[in-house]
């Protein structure tokens, strides 16, 4: 009688697991494992023959199977126990390395591309420390000089017509609020003042350091994810500003918003359970500006898709909605000044401030971009040309050269319309409090 319960609890389990299939509702996106989920594929002949069809099922069973995310958390928590921890708050744990590998993006959005700027260099040694986690760096001085030559090269191709700012943020470890790591602090500090003192006229630096570490105490990065948080992006956007010579619009005139918890990239690597345990709470603060978004697609200006400046997410996607190859933002701010943004992931939190101070932000991602960055700024007028990108973007010959290359074709547009252009200077509008003020000295080279 017991050899028939077998076959019976079997053929139940599978019909069972089919229903749930069948009628349950599809994931586009696992956050436990911070990717996209399979999707039905479909049939071709092709695909029959050459029996990938019945792998791709079975790679859409294995995504949507029931509880999918509540057993990879069991699985990973299981590992981790059989491992052997010390009983402190402090530890090294080792991320394997990563290829430096970017690839074109044949889409418009990239919604949750966490693994973009792990393959810029978040490899080697990483410090969890009391559940948060920092990278075992500080970058490198030597390559301040590389990445202010291409800010060099876009500076005197536009000299008189666009101002162009180097604005990089530091690493999280520069705020490790333990003494015995303050030799990170002063890492970063170095490496950033390598590119500063590599800057030639008319190249303009933005001290985002300096003006992060005035705030050392407080909590300007995420402890679960690589990216800064929004009061980290706001001490650069105040950076930013100072180098322009613009009043930045104070946090607490912003509306502000406060997220569920939520465990980003950092998480995503380490898959520690005391991470787990320290998860992160996205805040928002929102100029009271009036915007309209679209995104483009990597080649073409054709066919804009509407997006937002802020999305209704727990986590770092909620600044532009996540990455896109180009993005262009107009706003009520009518002052006849126009801004373009290079950056990775980082740039999108500090992107977001900018509305306050322009009538149009074109933000362009390097890793997927394939617009013509110099026919962009000639084409619409833009007047600051701002490099808004995470350390880590700053300090590989790759990533330098990526952003040297969306202008290395010489434009016919700057040509034509270089003496309409040069020394066209539009005064910030004196409402809304954005009132023009002299740059710090120590910000212009």
Same mark, same amino acid.
């Given at each position: 009688?017991?050899?028939?319960?077998?076959?019976?609890?079997?053929?139940?389990?599978?019909?069972?697991?089919?229903?749930?299939?069948?009628?349950?509702?599809?994931?586009?996106?696992?956050?436990?494992?911070?990717?996209?989920?399979?999707?039905?594929?479909?049939?071709?002949?092709?695909?029959?023959?050459?029996?990938?069809?019945?792998?791709?099922?079975?790679?859409?069973?294995?995504?949507?199977?029931?509880?999918?995310?509540?057993?990879?958390?069991?699985?990973?928590?299981?590992?981790?126990?059989?491992?052997?921890?010390?009983?402190?708050?402090?530890?090294?744990?080792?991320?394997?390395?990563?290829?430096?590998?970017?690839?074109?993006?044949?889409?418009?959005?990239?919604?949750?591309?966490?693994?973009?700027?792990?393959?810029?260099?978040?490899?080697?040694?990483?410090?969890?420390?009391?559940?948060?986690?920092?990278?075992?760096?500080?970058?490198?001085?030597?390559?301040?000089?590389?990445?202010?030559?291409?800010?060099?090269?876009?500076?005197?191709?536009?000299?008189?017509?666009?101002?162009?700012?180097?604005?990089?943020?530091?690493?999280?470890?520069?705020?490790?609020?333990?003494?015995?790591?303050?030799?990170?602090?002063?890492?970063?500090?170095?490496?950033?003042?390598?590119?500063?003192?590599?800057?030639?006229?008319?190249?303009?630096?933005?001290?985002?350091?300096?003006?992060?570490?005035?705030?050392?105490?407080?909590?300007?990065?995420?402890?679960?994810?690589?990216?800064?948080?929004?009061?980290?992006?706001?001490?650069?956007?105040?950076?930013?500003?100072?180098?322009?010579?613009?009043?930045?619009?104070?946090?607490?005139?912003?509306?502000?918003?406060?997220?569920?918890?939520?465990?980003?990239?950092?998480?995503?690597?380490?898959?520690?359970?005391?991470?787990?345990?320290?998860?992160?709470?996205?805040?928002?603060?929102?100029?009271?500006?009036?915007?309209?978004?679209?995104?483009? +697609?990597? %080649? /073409? !200006?054709?066919?804009? =898709?509407? #997006? @937002?400046?802020?999305?209704?997410?727990?986590?770092?996607?909620?600044?532009?909605?996540?990455?896109?190859?180009?993005?262009?933002?107009?706003?009520?701010?009518?002052?006849?000044?126009?801004?373009?943004?290079?950056?990775?992931?980082?740039?999108?939190?500090?992107?977001?401030?900018?509305?306050?101070?322009?009538?149009?932000?074109?933000?362009?991602?390097?890793?997927?971009?394939?617009?013509?960055?110099?026919?962009?700024?000639?084409?619409?007028?833009?007047?600051?040309?701002?490099?808004?990108?995470?350390?880590?973007?700053?300090?590989?010959?790759?990533?330098?050269?990526?952003?040297?290359?969306?202008?290395?074709?010489?434009?016919?547009?700057?040509?034509?319309?270089?003496?309409?252009?040069?020394?066209?200077?539009?005064?910030?509008? +004196?409402? %809304? /409090? !954005?009132?023009?003020? =002299?740059? #710090? @000295?120590?910000?212009?080279?």
């Amino acid at each position: 009688m017991n050899l028939r319960i077998y076959p019976i609890t079997l053929l139940c389990t599978a019909i069972g697991t089919s229903i749930f299939l069948c009628f349950s509702e599809k994931k586009e996106l696992s956050e436990t494992e911070k990717r996209t989920l399979a999707t039905w594929p479909e049939l071709t002949f092709d695909s029959y023959e050459s029996g990938t069809y019945f792998k791709q099922i079975t790679q859409y069973i294995n995504d949507h199977f029931p509880m999918r995310d509540q057993l990879v958390s069991m699985a990973q928590e299981i590992r981790y126990n059989l491992g052997i921890h010390p009983d402190f708050a402090e530890r090294v744990i080792i991320i394997p390395p990563a290829q430096e590998e970017f690839t074109n993006i044949s889409s418009d959005t990239i919604n949750k591309d966490y693994d973009a700027d792990f393959k810029e260099a978040y490899t080697g040694l990483m410090l969890i420390i009391n559940g948060r986690v920092y990278p075992r760096g500080s970058g490198s001085p030597k390559m301040g000089a590389p990445f202010a030559a291409m800010i060099n090269q876009y500076a005197n191709q536009l000299s008189g017509i666009c101002n162009v700012y180097s604005c990089v943020a530091p690493l999280s470890s520069a705020f490790i609020p333990i003494e015995k790591y303050a030799f990170y602090n002063s890492g970063n500090r170095e490496t950033l003042n390598a590119i500063r003192t590599s800057l030639t006229s008319p190249s303009r630096f933005c001290d985002v350091f300096g003006e992060m570490d005035k705030h050392f105490g407080e909590t300007m990065f995420y402890g679960t994810d690589h990216h800064w948080n929004a009061r980290g992006a706001y001490y650069g956007y105040v950076a930013f500003c100072k180098a322009a010579g613009i009043n930045p619009i104070p946090l607490e005139s912003m509306i502000y918003e406060r997220k569920k918890p939520f465990l980003g990239s950092l998480y995503d690597l380490t898959k520690d359970p005391e991470v787990a345990a320290h998860p992160d709470t996205a805040e928002i603060f929102m100029p009271r500006i009036e915007t309209k978004a679209y995104r483009y +697609s990597p %080649n /073409s !200006l054709s066919a804009p =898709k509407a #997006t @937002s400046v802020f999305c209704n997410i727990n986590n770092y996607t909620a600044f532009l909605c996540g990455d896109a190859p180009l993005i262009r933002i107009t706003t009520n701010v009518k002052n006849g000044r126009k801004a373009a943004v290079v950056k990775n992931s980082m740039g999108n939190a500090f992107s977001v401030y900018l509305i306050s101070h322009y009538e149009e932000i074109w933000v362009v991602d390097f890793r997927y971009s394939g617009h013509n960055l110099i026919e962009l700024i000639a084409n619409n007028s833009i007047n600051d040309l701002i490099f808004g990108v995470g350390m880590y973007a700053a300090m590989s010959h790759g990533t330098i050269a990526m952003m040297r290359n969306l202008g290395k074709n010489h434009s016919p547009a700057l040509s034509a319309k270089k003496d309409s252009l040069r020394v066209k200077t539009i005064p910030f509008d +004196s409402t %809304n /409090s !954005l009132q023009i003020k =002299k740059p #710090t @000295s120590d910000s212009i080279h």
